[in-house]
């Protein structure tokens, strides 16, 4: 698994999905698709590093059998 501090943030891959979750469990989708989302990315990734909200990136893992 790799950590998110070793890599640069936000992460540019199409596949990545960006979820913030607040204090009271609330989910918010953070969308990312268009150079013009940025700031919403930006805006998220500094409410979670004040500790406001957590911010999580996923993306698929592809298994091949």
């Known amino acids: 698994m790799r950590s998110a501090k070793d ?3 936000p992460y540019r891959m199409s596949t990545v999905c960006y979820f913030e979750v607040d204090k009271k469990g609330h989910v918010t989708q953070i969308h990312h698709k268009n150079k013009s989302d ?3 990315v930006l ?6 590093v004040k500790g406001i909200t957590t911010l999580y990136g996923v993306w698929p893992v592809v298994i091949y059998l």
């Open 7 to 9: 890599n640069e943030f």
């Open 38 to 40: 940025i700031n919403e």
């Open 43 to 48: 805006e998220a990734y500094k409410r979670a």
